[in-house]
């Protein structure tokens, strides 16, 4: 919680076969099995553009942000809770109907797996729809903007579209500005921030300034000679009517409109006339031919620039569309605010808006959920960068006084090696990695009962002392790191490093127990107070205890107590993915049900675009997020690294197969299907197609043949009868690495009335109403 102040897609999976990937080390396996670790991943295959949960109203934010970026630049545009485009150097708000009322669109969705968000308004008897993208454009950033009007009717209609331009429009609201800085509207990030240090906050702008002068140039406008954006002619058949006007205004204040575009029209029965606007992101030259850049090549280049990732990357179809878009928003919001360095590196950022910078945190979670989606080469690029934040003397820490980024670099060095394979980044890592080391064994010398320094996060538990999920995280990354020396071919390393974690976790649990207060675990082991935050990552992903360990269930269930809406709290306020990580525990300690729940009350609180975000205001109160911005990357792969352990996990030396299936899947005629879903024994795919009486089950694969596969026999089912069943009747193994088993079983009542994620969503409304917050 890094804050900045207090291709074509197969119906049936892939033949198997013996894998030709490298056979995993024996060693990492079995250090997989003493973790009791499980991995995460999944990808979007459905192109449908239901919001979640479906009907009026939109997503559950009040006003939800989107993001507009080409992965690898910095650059950036928003687009508004009023439905306007905001970038680094202006403001467009577009003006629709008679009396070009401002078009306040709040509810946008995506238009299959591409990023391109689409909204829709009825104005004045016509159909308005507003389509946004970002793409390359002869290496500038640009963004189109293309507004679509539908005639639907028997006769000819006249319409009116306005265009607002300046350097900042008319916000939500304001808020009081801090000592020296300038007033500015709620919903936007702030302009003109140039890093201080590589990965530091990056967010290109134009500051304003009073002498600027606008002038339209046929469609351009220019900003005292720098080009802004440009505006196409109006398709369709012209009539006598059409009429264009185009003003420019002394804009002296900062929100003041600085130019104009009116357009009077007519559009015929049946017909549909488009404007389109293209805008870049960075400055271009006058007559530059990215001012020409066409809505449908751009958007052909978009479709060429994400196709090869999302082939590469694992594939999610439900039953449920609402898990399908999540999954879809989610990889993007993971890939677009990467940024490429000057130098070649990557930068992995949390959104594009306040958090384009790198933390370890961070980093840790995202890059370990694109090696769960298959995406190695992205995990890998964000893995390489963490070293940036090493100290001479062999600590890793991306913020001062947050000591968790030790264990967190550490863990992500082994967590990648193992998931990826790739030796040659893992030998090249492996001095990072003697010198955190070597300095956590001067450590253990200096300081043997607490190993860290104490923290001052200044954010996350917000209380200073050795937090509790800094000892976690060192005894975790200690143990994982391991991992990276054996993927290198050094043995001898690794024992030596095992040695040293195995000191670390002795020293970690005993220091919890004695912490424990009725068998819960503070957040700051030697203070009072504090905000609940680390200590849920006790058993996820540290592995310090096992996840049916008692301080493990009494700290959870503690946290359980204080969640409202399904969500944790943070500071009084909901929080989307804190409580994740006891989802998580929960799936590991054998407790589907309460991962399922988790994931629909995660997906009841996204925008209509699947839009995730850090904190909003208080539970059943105004859904709204102040500065923190939505999306959010690290709450996206929180998301969906439990819903690929929900269907495909390590476990101890097998992969298991949907071990948390939500009971609405089952219903006769559904179908999950599941492409590329990585493991560190390879990737799965998987089809489950529900019948009246039982399933099909399609499989394939590319794991070793000696690690068996297993699949969970749903709660949600009795009756059972199935080749291969256990004899507790709960799990089967499969036969073979690839094939097609006929599942038979009689479906509990929960299958047909159980929750799902529309259900829960609708719960969560109707719970607003009653307390005289609808939306």
């Given at each position: ?17 013996r ?9 990492a ?10 991995p ?31 992965p ?32 306040d669109q ?5 238009e299959?797996?591409?990023?391109v ?11 308005h ?53 300038p ?6 990030f ?36 720098s ?25 002296r ?11 009077r ?13 293209v ?12 001012l ?84 190695h ?18 600590l ?27 030796r ?40 200073a ?6 000892l ?8 994982r ?8 071919g ?32 503070p ?24 996840p ?5 269930r ?5 946290g ?42 995660v ?52 992969v ?17 299907r ?30 070793p ?8 026999i ?62």
């Amino acid at each position: 919680m890094g804050r900045l102040s207090r291709s074509s897609r197969s119906a049936v999976p892939r033949s198997g076969g013996r894998s030709s990937r490298r056979r995993p080390l024996a060693a990492a396996a079995a250090l997989l099995a003493a973790l009791a670790l499980a991995p995460s991943a999944a990808a979007a295959s459905r192109t449908g553009t239901t919001g979640p949960g479906g009907g009026a109203g939109g997503g559950y934010l009040a006003h939800p942000t989107d993001q507009l970026g080409v992965p690898g630049a910095p650059e950036s545009a928003e687009l508004t809770p009023t439905g306007s485009l905001y970038s680094g150097r202006l403001e467009l708000t577009l003006r629709v109907g008679g009396t070009l009322r401002r078009w306040d669109q709040p509810t946008r969705t995506l238009e299959g797996e591409l990023p391109v968000y689409r909204a829709v308004r009825r104005v004045d008897g016509l159909v308005h729809r507003v389509r946004a993208f970002a793409v390359d454009a002869a290496g500038v950033p640009v963004v189109h903007l293309r507004v679509e009007v539908v005639n639907r009717s028997a006769r000819s209609r006249s319409f009116r579209l306005g265009l607002d331009v300046g350097w900042l429009g008319a916000g939500v609201r304001e808020r009081s500005p801090a000592p020296g800085q300038p007033a500015r509207p709620y919903y936007r990030f702030m302009r003109a921030v140039q890093p201080q240090m590589p990965g530091g906050l990056d967010q290109p702008g134009d500051l304003f300034d009073r002498a600027w002068r606008y002038r339209w140039q046929a469609g351009v406008l220019d900003r005292s000679g720098s080009p802004l954006l440009a505006v196409g002619q109006l398709s369709g058949r012209r009539s006598a009517g059409d009429a264009v006007s185009r003003t420019v205004l002394p804009a002296r204040r900062r929100d003041a409109v600085g130019a104009r575009q009116r357009l009077r029209a007519t559009v015929r029965p049946g017909a549909t006339r488009t404007l389109d606007v293209v805008v870049p992101l960075r400055p271009v030259p006058a007559g530059s031919a990215v001012l020409q850049d066409g809505f449908d090549a751009g958007l052909a280049r978009l479709a060429a620039a994400w196709r090869p990732v999302l082939d590469r990357a694992m594939s999610l179809e439900t039953p449920e569309p609402a898990v399908d878009l999540a999954w879809r928003a989610g990889l993007q919001a993971l890939l677009v605010p990467r940024i490429q360095l000057a130098d070649g590196r990557w930068v992995q950022g949390v959104n594009k808006f306040q958090y384009q910078a790198s933390w370890l945190r961070d980093t840790a979670m995202i890059a370990h959920t694109l090696d769960l989606v298959g995406l190695h080469e992205e995990a890998g690029q964000d893995v390489a960068f963490l070293p940036a934040w090493q100290n001479a003397d062999g600590l890793l820490q991306s913020r001062r006084g947050q000591q968790d980024g030790m264990g967190q670099a550490l863990w992500s060095f082994g967590d990648h090696a193992l998931r990826s394979g790739d030796r040659a980044q893992a030998q090249a890592l492996l001095p990072v990695a003697d010198r955190a080391m070597a300095w956590v064994e001067r450590r253990l010398t200096e300081d043997p009962r607490w190993i860290l320094p104490p923290s001052d996060p200044g954010d996350n538990e917000d209380q200073a002392g050795h937090v509790t999920g800094d000892l976690a995280w060192l005894a975790g990354g200690t143990r994982r790191v391991t991992g990276l020396a054996l993927v290198a071919g050094d043995q001898a390393r690794a024992a030596a490093w095992g040695a040293i974690a195995d000191r670390v976790a002795e020293i970690a649990r005993a220091r919890v127990a004695e912490a424990a207060v009725d068998g819960v675990v503070p957040p700051v082991l030697d203070a009072k107070g504090g905000e609940r935050w680390g200590q849920m990552w006790l058993a996820w992903p540290t592995g310090l205890l096992a996840p049916d360990d008692p301080l493990v269930r009494a700290t959870m269930a503690a946290g359980a107590a204080e969640e409202r809406e399904g969500l944790a709290i943070w500071d009084k306020r909901l929080h989307l993915y804190l409580g994740l990580r006891r989802r998580h525990t929960a799936l590991l300690d054998g407790r589907p049900d309460v991962a399922v729940a988790g994931v629909y009350a995660v997906l009841a609180h996204l925008t209509a675009s699947g839009g995730t975000w850090e904190q909003a205001s208080k539970p059943y109160s105004r859904r709204e997020i102040l500065w923190a911005l939505g999306p959010h990357a690290w709450a996206a792969a929180d998301l969906m690294s439990l819903l690929h352990d929900m269907l495909v996990r390590e476990s101890g030396g097998e992969v298991l197969l949907l071990d948390a299936l939500p009971p609405a899947w089952l219903r006769p005629g559904s179908r999950t299907r599941i492409q590329r879903a990585a493991t560190i024994h390879g990737p799965v795919d998987l089809q489950l197609d529900a019948l009246a009486d039982g399933a099909l089950l399609r499989w394939s694969a590319d794991v070793p043949d000696d690690v068996p596969l297993r699949v969970r026999i749903p709660r949600a089912v009795e009756q059972v009868e199935a080749p291969g069943l256990a004899a507790d009747g709960r799990s089967l193994l499969l036969p073979g690495r690839s094939g097609e088993l006929r599942l038979r079983w009689r479906p509990r009542p929960v299958v047909a009335n159980g929750p799902d994620a529309a259900s829960t969503r609708q719960a969560l409304r109707r719970a607003y109403a009653r307390r005289g917050k609808p939306w």
